[in-house]
């Protein structure tokens, strides 16, 4: 549509009033779907539709989100099994060379030479290739927020459906294929579930922070992620979501936790830690967002300037 219709070729190319981009549904839109559910299934299907409305439709209400996943994705006759690799084919000439990327990037490469030497292409057209993919929405380009070096430039899968499927339907194809998919979600994919829907999550915390007005003690200028080097311990280190005030002088530092544990006061003193290492941000507020809670230590020593979410608090309105 944007190339052809509205491209510099096209009859209507600079006759355009307005515009409006068709987005997927946000977490809380998604979770409209399925009001039956709990929090923890509608984040699993949002997780894994990305919040497309066709690909929700397709999640039946009646039976659990898991079995949704069994007949949608392991079944080589369900609308959802090929759809990835089926978008790719209507959009793109070298679909086998754009999914061995996606596939490199769901199976852990996020730099551009880890990428092209998993997918087995040369870097430089690698990198044109990644920038048809974030052309086209599927792929992100991301740096740790306030880092303004490119050498830190990662790449992630934006798109859930696309991470979902090549993170776990092709390393189960063959079973797939010969329609023997016993045992194939228990072993192949639920073990596997928490770590891919932490990354979800922090999406979903993301969404919550920018959705909701009183989320903060203090409006948002930019908000991301941030990774980088601890020059006393010369570890690596990582903080799940950063923000920065309007004016400056606040900074959010926050750590999602997509575990079956509740959370103990170690991951608030570990977030403190961190967060010292970005001493330019500003006065800084801290968030921990749990998907199971938090232990009555932590709640008793979250005080001022620290702010307690669960996933069910993310569904409130």
């Keep these: 549509m944007e190339t052809q219709v509205l491209g510099r070729k096209s009859p209507l190319f600079g006759r355009r009033t307005a515009q409006f981009r068709v987005l997927p549904f946000d977490y809380l839109e998604a979770a409209e779907f399925h009001p039956g559910w709990t929090a923890e299934q509608k984040?699993?299907?949002?997780?894994?539709?990305?919040?497309?409305?066709?690909?929700?439709?397709?999640?039946?209400?009646?039976?659990?989100?898991e079995e949704n996943i069994r007949t949608n994705f392991l079944d080589p006759n369900s609308f959802l099994f090929e759809e990835p690799a089926n978008l790719l084919k209507q959009e793109l000439r070298e679909p086998r060379t754009y999914n061995a990327m996606l596939g490199a990037i769901a199976g852990g490469a996020s730099r551009l030479n880890e990428i092209s030497t998993r997918a087995g292409c040369e870097s430089g057209l690698c990198a044109r290739y990644l920038a048809v993919l974030m052309e086209l929405g599927i792929v992100r380009k991301e740096r740790p927020l306030f880092e303004k070096s490119s050498r830190k430039t990662i790449y992630v899968i934006e798109d859930p459906l696309f991470c979902f499927w090549h993170r776990f339907v092709?390393?189960?194809?063959?079973?797939?294929?010969?329609?023997?998919?016993?045992?194939?979600?228990?072993?192949?994919?639920?073990p596997f579930l928490p770590a891919y829907m932490g990354r979800i999550f922090e999406r979903m915390c993301m969404q919550y922070l920018l959705l909701s007005p009183d989320a903060l003690p203090f409006s948002l200028k930019e908000i991301g992620r941030w990774w980088g080097a601890d020059p006393?311990?010369?570890?690596?280190?990582?903080?799940?979501?950063v923000g920065v005030s309007q004016d400056g002088s606040r900074a959010l530092f926050a750590e999602c936790k997509y575990t079956s544990e509740q959370v103990k006061p170690e991951a608030l003193e570990r977030l403190r830690r961190r967060s010292r290492l970005l001493r330019a941000a500003g006065e800084p507020f801290y968030m921990l967002f749990a998907k199971s809670g938090f232990s009555a230590e932590l709640r008793r020593e979250a005080s001022g300037g620290v702010r307690l979410l669960t996933l069910e608090d993310l569904y409130r309105r």
């Design 170 to 190: 092709p390393e189960n194809l063959t079973m797939i294929m010969a329609f023997r998919t016993e045992g194939v979600f228990e072993r192949g994919i639920l």
């Design 43 to 65: 984040a699993l299907a949002y997780g894994v539709t990305g919040g497309v409305p066709l690909y929700l439709e397709h999640f039946r209400p009646e039976v659990s989100p």
């Design 232 to 241: 006393e311990t010369r570890t690596q280190e990582e903080i799940d979501i």
